[in-house]
């Protein structure tokens, strides 16, 4: 079967990656250069941020995505040289408020990742002893781990560009489908050439709105910018990732310290703002004071495809049979990146699903545009 994919962020390229193993041929396109939009800018955590406060849905894919890393990583390293460097910092969360209703969930869901503890400052100080003073206590998540994204990307374009089954085009806007009855014949670039294939796959981030009118569907997916700082520091400073209000400090092996992020609203502009820099700066030295001390190295910004939940599109897409669908994840496409892939290809290969898979169905797509009429 010969699958063409468009969109080469990781939720494509992991895509793809599972349809090799299953012995599938595969076309990947992507606007630009692989890798490059929002997979490349986020921070990597491997968990959803305040897990209670999205849907089962999203958790559900979550909790496979440290395990599911370790394991591409084994396979993929030897044959690439680059180490995915999955990091198992643990995280501390400071805000006060979602204490109770975290260590809550811990009991209710018992998912490993997801195991925390509630410590006063003598045990806070002894995980981390860089926390501010005005922070008391905190709960713990010692499991929580973050992957360095840009590093997981090369890897899987790596991988993937020197796979026999595997054709990358780069730089190549995907204008319009062309379809007979149902069916989906061909796709046509902005240049005017047709790329046949069997089965279509939509994995186009915060992109995926464009294919509505086409398609005769309202996708409410749109981008929401997100920047970004990065302070180096020297190695294994920071033990580990930290957060509160929603702002998250991540360490990387090499002393880097991620640190983010913001939330706005301003359609496909990725330029970052001197103003949220500023704002993002005094979060992370509120409860790292010490970082004022170590340089900011780079800043940058990248586009969530944000949806109404943050449940993902995942499956096929309504009365076109051979057309599927895996977008949408707003602010956790990493952690719930491997997952979804798996969960796609057992759909189009009609094996079982690791989770159940009505609640990522693209129908739901009728209903949005029910709603429009």
């Not at 559900?60 to 910092?89: R, S, V």
């Amino acid at each position: 079967m010969h699958i063409a994919i468009i969109g080469a962020g990781v939720s494509g390229l992991l895509t793809a990656l599972e349809l090799i193993e299953q012995g599938c041929t595969v076309t990947i396109f992507d606007q630009q250069q692989a890798g490059h939009a929002a997979s490349w800018a986020g921070g990597g955590i491997l968990s959803p941020m305040y897990p209670w406060r999205y849907p089962r849905e999203v958790n559900h894919l979550a909790q496979y995505g440290k395990c599911m890393y370790q394991e591409w990583n084994a396979k993929l390293q030897p044959e690439t040289g680059i180490d995915f460097e999955i990091h198992e910092t643990g995280m501390l969360i400071f805000d006060e408020t979602d204490f109770e209703i975290g260590l809550n969930y811990k009991d209710q869901y018992q998912e490993p990742m997801q195991h925390c503890e509630y410590l006063e400052r003598e045990a806070l100080e002894q995980v981390n002893s860089h926390v501010s003073e005005q922070f008391q206590h905190a709960i713990y998540f010692p499991q929580l781990a973050n992957v360095r994204n840009p590093r997981l990307l090369k890897s899987l374009i790596t991988y993937l560009k020197q796979h026999p089954k595997v054709e990358v085009i780069e730089n190549t806007w995907i204008e319009k489908f062309n379809f007979h009855n149902h069916h989906i014949q061909s796709i046509q670039t902005s240049n005017t050439k047709h790329y046949q294939a069997d089965q279509f796959v939509i994995t186009t981030g915060a992109w995926s709105n464009c294919w509505s009118e086409q398609l005769h569907l309202s996708i409410p997916v749109e981008p929401v910018q997100g920047q970004m700082l990065l302070f180096k520091t020297p190695e294994k400073w920071l033990p580990t990732m930290c957060m509160n209000k929603v702002m998250y400090l991540i360490p990387r092996l090499d002393g880097h310290v991620v640190c983010g992020s913001s939330m706005d609203h301003l359609g496909f502009d990725q330029r970052p703002s001197v103003q949220t820099q500023q704002n993002i700066y005094k979060a992370c030295v509120e409860m790292i004071p010490e970082l004022a001390n170590f340089p900011i190295v780079k800043q940058w910004a990248g586009l969530r495809p944000s949806s109404p939940t943050g449940i993902p599109y995942i499956g096929q897409m309504p009365e076109i049979e051979n057309l599927w669908a895996n977008f949408g994840h707003y602010r956790n496409g990493l952690c719930m990146g491997p997952a979804s892939a798996q969960l796609l290809r057992q759909l189009m290969l009609k094996q079982q699903t690791l989770v159940e898979a009505t609640a990522y169905s693209p129908q739901r797509l009728k209903s949005n545009l029910s709603n429009v009429v």
